[in-house]
């Protein structure tokens, strides 16, 4: 049990020191963190004094901070058990003062405290952003890993390293899969980043201030990686700009030495990747969805719908599908799906990517009376946001509509939303039952999946969960 005691004051009544003791199980005391106050009541020192068996007092003092100290970010009223439950952001609104003189600066470390001021934890603050505080660590958290509190540096080898070990229990990578997701955002509890490796490169994909200030560190931390011999940053230019950060800061994209393209493998498959393609370069959240198909493809004919590099498609004709088709209004992603059949040595008669607008190829199509056993409908990130919401519903329900009335009947469809709005509505089975309607058929789910293991989520940050695949049988 952690309470803490009454503060210790000066001739002013200014507070300097407060002591939190920690109980063992007998409850004695075992540990004590006292936290120190300058005269502005800015957090300037944190000493831990631990209690050994005989009795005698060990001091580690584990972070004495610069001589302005910490500024505090005091929390609402009634807001701060979101936060002791996990809560990643501390959202504007949900501040109610800021103490510390001069104010704390974008990508400053500030302490989280609750109104009565005593700290919580800390984290990274944000001038202009809606998400005005990153938490980093809980004050339990801190007493039991005192060399990562208030210490992004330490904090950032922490997180990667346990990163790092939760793919490698995941079997990642393996002999057939060198693709994968390193690190995601509040999944590994390093909120704004992504890391996703290819091979023995790394992209790292920033859409927070602190990441950008923390550039070196994190890219330090990546490179000490062995099997990691380049490093291509990628800036999420459009978040950027809410985060605060000037553009013109972002002028180097990509080290001279890092290639432009490289190429991976997947489940046995290889691929071709353009590192100035969409998101980071290739889609690793769809991978196991993408093995499910190869299970489902024998002897089938199958349609791959928004294919970008063809990994549907590509995971159908190894599965043994009779005929393939892929379609995509990019070309550059065609050129890499067309690339990746010579690459895995595929019979072009049985697989062939279209460049063609999808609901524009699903039209004529019936106006031919085409159909498919197997149908993939996996379109870009429609609803980035809720305010677009509504027209997106639209745009869903069309696209599914149009495949619905493709799929044989008994035929399978796999359709996938990467909206996170979309998900976090709870629409989109709505949506396509909508389409079901829409097209005179009858639905039902076979399958509901998300992004693959490599994706955590943090269950106090379900706006993390954006992926949505759904299996249906189509009658």
Not at 130 to 141: G, P, T
């Amino acid at each position: 049990m952690v309470e803490a005691t009454a503060p210790m004051t000066d001739v002013s009544g200014l507070v300097t020191r407060f002591v939190v003791p920690t109980t063992s199980a007998n409850g004695s005391v075992a540990r004590a963190t006292v936290l120190e106050t300058s005269a502005e009541g800015l957090i300037t020192k944190v000493v831990v004094l631990t209690t050994s068996a005989s009795s005698s007092m060990a001091r580690d003092t584990f972070l004495v901070t610069s001589a302005r100290g910490v500024a505090k970010v005091v929390l609402k009223k009634g807001k701060t058990q979101l936060f002791k439950d996990g809560s990643p952001m501390a959202y504007s609104g949900a501040v109610d003062r800021i103490i510390g003189r001069p104010p704390p600066r974008t990508g400053d470390i500030v302490l989280v405290a609750d109104g009565t001021e005593k700290p919580i934890g800390w984290g990274l603050y944000n001038s202009v952003s809606m998400f005005c505080v990153r938490l980093m660590q809980l004050e339990e958290e801190a007493t039991r890993y005192p060399p990562c509190a208030l210490n992004m540096e330490k904090l950032l080898e922490a997180r990667i390293d346990a990163a790092r070990e939760l793919r490698k229990s995941l079997g990642l990578p393996s002999a057939n899969t060198n693709a994968y997701r390193l690190v995601n955002s509040e999944g590994d509890r390093l909120s704004g980043l992504i890391v996703d490796v290819f091979g023995d490169l790394a992209v790292i994909a920033s859409s927070a201030a602190w990441v950008e200030k923390y550039k070196q560190e994190i890219e330090a931390c990546i490179s000490r990686i062995d099997e990691i011999n380049h490093i291509n940053w990628r800036p999420s230019v459009e978040i950027l700009k809410e985060e605060g950060i000037n553009l013109s800061d972002l002028k180097e994209m990509r080290p001279s030495a890092c290639p432009e393209r490289t190429k991976v493998m997947e489940n046995g498959i290889f691929y071709a990747i353009l590192l100035e393609g969409q998101k980071t370069g290739f889609y690793a959240d769809q991978r196991e969805n993408r093995q499910f198909i190869s299970t489902i493809s024998d002897g089938q004919k199958v349609l791959d719908i928004c294919c970008y590099s063809g990994g549907f498609a590509l995971n159908a004709a190894r599965g043994g599908a009779v005929n393939v088709t892929g379609v995509d209004t990019s070309l550059p992603a065609l050129e890499l799906a067309k690339e990746n059949i010579v690459l895995n040595n595929m019979d072009p008669g049985r697989i062939s990517f279209l460049r063609e607008d999808a609901a524009e190829f699903m039209k004529g199509a019936l106006s031919k009376n085409e159909s498919w056993d197997v149908i993939i409908v996996d379109p870009p990130k429609l609803a980035p946001r809720k305010k677009v919401l509504q027209s997106a519903l639209g745009i869903y329900r069309t696209l599914n509509s149009l495949a619905m009335q493709l799929t044989k009947r008994g035929g399978l469809l796999m359709t996938c939303s990467c909206s996170g709005a979309m998900n976090q509505s709870g629409m989109f089975l709505p949506t396509l039952q909508g389409a079901a309607s829409m097209a005179g058929r009858k639905i039902t789910v076979l399958r509901q999946a998300g992004a693959a293991c490599d994706h955590p989520i943090d269950p106090s940050y379900p706006e993390g969960a954006y992926h949505s695949n759904i299996l249906l049988r189509v009658q």
